[in-house]
């Protein structure tokens, strides 16, 4: 057998665990690096997701704390899906996938991780991601650190942002 080694999990395993919403983000000194925001208008924000399904697993997020899409008033919905278009305008200019998932899990029923706070998913897909080790190995391998990733991200984002 071989070890796969994933030394940025021990962060999140011996962390201190916060009673808060991850989501509900205060800004302080450093807070957009910190927490891996990419984009940030005046309704929502754009994040990365820190345990990703694929590279570049992106999180579009209301400032509102608020767990049902129905409850966003109508200038909220526009910038909210606005960032959903500029994540994927972004993860193509950055990443040139072949296609993407983008959606909610709305509920704990549907699969949500954090289920009071609603937020989209972006992943990007290639032809093929899904190979013998999330399926047979049950395990999933990232090309790269999420700091790069992040970095990589960026610059995309600022390049073809609309003007505040």
Same mark, same amino acid.
């Given at each position: 057998m071989k070890t796969l080694w994933a030394p940025w999990r021990i962060k999140y395993i011996l962390g201190k665990k916060s009673?808060?919403?991850i989501f509900c983000i205060k800004k302080t000194k450093g807070y957009k690096k !910190?927490?891996?925001?990419? &984009?940030?208008?005046?309704?929502? @924000?754009?994040? @990365? $997701? /820190?345990? %990703? &399904? #694929? %590279?570049?697993?992106?999180l579009v997020v209301p400032k509102r704390h608020l767990k049902d899409l129905r409850e966003l008033a !109508?200038?909220?919905? =526009?910038d909210f899906f606005e960032q959903v278009q500029l994540s994927i305008s972004a993860l193509e200019q950055a990443f040139k996938p072949h296609g993407y $998932? *983008? +959606? #909610?899990?709305? +509920? /704990? #029923? #549907? +699969?949500a991780g954090e289920e009071n706070h609603l937020h989209f998913h972006i992943v990007a897909r290639w032809n093929g991601d899904a190979n013998f080790m %999330? =399926?047979?190995?049950?395990?999933? *391998? @990232?090309?790269? &650190?999420?700091?790069?990733?992040?970095?990589?991200l960026l610059p995309c984002f600022a390049g073809i942002a609309p003007a505040k």
């Open positions: 009673e808060s919403c !910190k927490h891996l925001i990419l &984009y940030e208008s005046t309704y929502a @924000m754009t994040i @990365m $997701n /820190k345990y %990703p &399904y #694929a %590279p570049g697993h992106l !109508k200038e909220e919905l =526009v $998932n *983008v +959606g #909610a899990n709305l +509920g /704990k #029923a #549907a +699969g %999330p =399926v047979i190995g049950q395990t999933q *391998v @990232m090309s790269e &650190y999420l700091e790069d990733t992040y970095n990589r």
